[in-house]
């Protein structure tokens, strides 16, 4: 199987921005044996500015572009040197790709972004996709990494597009106001029900929330890959969600 999964910054890092060892240590230990077990895997991973703001000692993610920027510098450099040292102690090897939304929009940019990424994949390496943060502006801003994964997903002909995120999966309301919202595990269609079921809201480093999830999903599916939410504290979750037991949220791709 071709396998995309797409960390959230919450997964990565902790609410200081320092890194989550347990997360970012399990990650890679399942993707790595995943890789062993014959699959193929890209990473896109989020975390670039709430980990810079952990590095730079920041109290707060700064809200001005100059700074996010900055901290997306630092963050970056921390993130790659992380994957770089832990896919190598499994004898497996990374390469970054950091992208705008112009490598997606020009067909020229897009048809490189997709030679480089298919090449690395026929190396055998792990390509490590985010946004280039540090020119991004709003103007030429992918948006945020559930969008990225999507266009990964379908740019690749992935199979599954796994999201690693702060939550279980996709409640029937919101599960922080109301306790007794149920988790909806398998989604065959993408009605207006459940895109109402989506709100807006993501955690305090990330940008992503339930939409830009339910937007990734319709995107994927469309193209016959299915896409999986499930929480990113527990990494290992990714083995029932390629075998297809999940203990979050399948969107099933129109096959
Ligand atoms: N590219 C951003 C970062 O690395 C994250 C965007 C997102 O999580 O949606 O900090």
Known sequence: MRIVVKVGTSTIAHPTGRLNIRHVDQLV??????????????LVSSGAIGMGVGKLNLKTRPDDIPSKQAA??????????????????YNHTVGQMLITSEDIED????????????????LGAIPVINENDTTSTSEIRVGDNDTL???????????????LSDIDGLYDDNP????????????????????????G??????????????AAARMVTEIGCDMVIINGNNPERMYDAIEGTVLGTRFSGCK
């Open 29 to 42: 230990r399942v993707m790595a044996d995943l890789k062993n077990a014959g699959h193929e895997l890209i």
């Open 72 to 89: 997306a510098a630092v963050g970056q450099c921390e993130l790659m040197y992380t994957y770089d040292k832990l896919f190598g102690s």
């Open 107 to 122: 067909e020229n940019r897009r048809t490189n972004f997709e030679n480089t990424m298919n090449r690395l994949l026929e």
């Open 149 to 163: 994964g999507a266009i990964v997903a379908k740019a690749t002909g992935a199979d599954i597009l796994i999201l």
């Open 176 to 199: 922080s106001v109301n306790p007794d919202a149920v988790l909806i595990r398998q989604v065959d269609e993408i009605t207006e029900e459940i895109t109402a079921m989506a709100g």
């Open 201 to 214: 809201a993501g955690s305090e480093f990330g940008t992503g929330g339930m939409a830009t999830k339910i």
